[in-house]
């Protein structure tokens, strides 16, 4: 009886309520879209068919992808009244529990593991894909990033419903791994079939990023300005990227214009928008470029969380540590790094290892930055920069490690050090003129032949 229900995709679900599973595969669109309220939508399943096992994993692990403690209590909640519905669920639904029980004890590491184990018998349970692909997102597993996607792509065509999405995600995937030429053909491939995948538009512009392919990415991104802006709760990350590119060609009021009207019209409430308003605040000010009072706003948005958020994830105090350091707010940095020293000995896990291996480093490189101690910066950033990806975002996110620790040589009377690593960009982004600019400030190639 119970297998008789099954999703579009025929994994099969142990609930018989056609109006619930109707709602669930709503939810899972919106989930991968960015496009409608998945919470509100699982929320509606769950009030008509309570003991919906599915449902319940669903809204906890939609939960975790906002990556902020507030909202795993919630999760948390979802997760108890699932596992006491466990008996009746079947061995899939056991395992999606049991990865949404690891999100919200704090051990994606297991959690990425256990949603893989639920991909050998099921290559097309989306909840279990897209939730894996944003855990490797956040715990920077590049290469699962790709491979997550390329172990189920064997199973899928264009005629099973969500496809679209799934080559999103490989695009991005394979993207993080370098291979931008496959990502930019995968990425136009999804486009083709979904125009309004975000994800997908996401995908592209990191080519870009990457390769400095700034007029390129700017057009990229206005050209399709309809599809991945009106309606996405993800826009405000791609209204980001196009401001990489202004501020690499020197447009700094576009920007601005951007921020000020995109990004930060007002205070944000998700961390993960307040986390890209406050890495363009520190690019521009790396940059030279004048803030005029918007850092105080974003730090008091990071200073309020403090507390609630200690210890959650270090890539989200390390844009609060940005804040801090824009707007000189020194005993919020300061209970900021004693947090981190907390989080390192009784963190959750998975955080645990990420603030020891890496982000309190970071973290401690940005204040000293902040302090103009340039020095001490680069003694803390320089020998994480490279196994940075350990603290989760992407290359092009991390890439505001590169960029300080360029400056900080610069400011910090290390010419040799800055032409060191800017050499990466001149080579690997020539079109790019930030790099030109940091090329004209530090000097030039002393070996370089005419
Ligand atoms: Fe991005």
């Known amino acids: 009886m119970k297998s008789s229900w099954m999703t579009e995709r025929g994994e099969p679900v142990s609930c018989g309520d056609a109006a619930a599973l109707a709602l669930y595969e709503q939810a899972l669109t919106q989930y991968q879209s960015y496009r409608g309220d998945p919470i509100a939508t699982i929320e509606k399943a769950l009030a008509s068919a ?9 809204r906890a692990m939609v939960l975790f992808s906002f990556t902020e403690r507030r909202f795993i209590e919630q999760a948390r909640v979802s997760v108890t009244t699932a596992e006491a519905l466990l008996p009746r669920a079947n061995p899939r639904e056991r395992a999606l529990v049991a990865a949404a029980r690891a999100l919200v004890d704090g051990d994606w590491i297991a959690a990425g593991a256990a949603l893989d184990r639920v991909l050998v018998d099921h290559p097309r349970d989306i909840l ?20 997550r996607i390329v172990r ?18 490989y695009a ?20 083709q079939l979904e125009a309004k995948d975000a994800w997908a538009v996401h995908a592209g512009v990191h080519v870009m990023e990457m390769q400095g392919r700034i007029d390129e990415g700017i057009d990229w991104l206005v050209s399709r300005e309809k599809d991945w802006a009106p309606e996405n709760t993800f826009a405000f990350h791609n209204w980001w990227h196009l401001t990489l590119f202004h501020l690499d060609r020197e447009r700094y009021a576009d920007a601005l214009a951007v921020y000020d009207a995109r ?27 004048d803030l005029g009072g918007r850092a105080g706003p974003v730090a008091d948005n990071w200073a309020k969380r403090l507390e609630t958020e200690r210890g959650f994830y270090v890539f989200n105090d390390m844009h609060a540590m940005m804040a801090f350091a824009l707007a000189r707010r020194d005993a919020e940095a300061e209970q900021l790094l004693s947090d981190l020293d907390w ?19 970071i973290c401690r490189g940005i ?37 300080t620790l360029i400056e900080a040589a610069i400011r910090g009377a290390q010419p040799a050090l800055a032409r060191h690593y800017l050499a990466e960009r001149l080579v690997l982004k020539p079109d790019s003129t930030w790099a030109r600019r940091l090329q004209a400030r530090a000097g030039g190639l002393r070996h370089a032949r005419a």
Do not use: K
């Open 263 to 289: 990004i930060h019209r007002e205070p944000p409430d998700p961390a993960l928008q307040l986390l890209d308003a406050t890495a363009l605040l520190w690019r521009l000010h790396l940059d030279g470029v």
């Open 152 to 169: 189920v792509l064997p199973h899928w065509s264009a005629g099973v419903p969500g496809y679209s999405y799934l080559l999103g995600m």
């Open 367 to 403: 204040r000293a930055f902040g302090q103009e101690r340039y020095g001490e910066a680069i003694a803390e950033l320089q020998p994480v920069r490279d196994i940075a990806s350990r603290f989760g975002g992407s290359h092009a996110q991390r890439d505001v490690l590169t960029l």
């Open 343 to 361: 989080t390192v000995e009784q963190g959750p896990p998975t955080n645990r290892s990420m603030t020891r291996d890496v982000g309190r480093a």
């Open 172 to 191: 991005f995937g394979l993207e993080e791994c370098n291979q931008y030429a496959e990502a930019e053909e995968t990425a136009r491939r999804a486009l």
């Open 50 to 58: 309570p003991d919906f096992v599915l449902g319940h994993a669903l």
């Open 128 to 147: 279990a894909i897209q939730t894996g692909h944003l855990v490797d997102f956040f715990r920077g597993d590049t290469v699962n990033l790709r491979n």
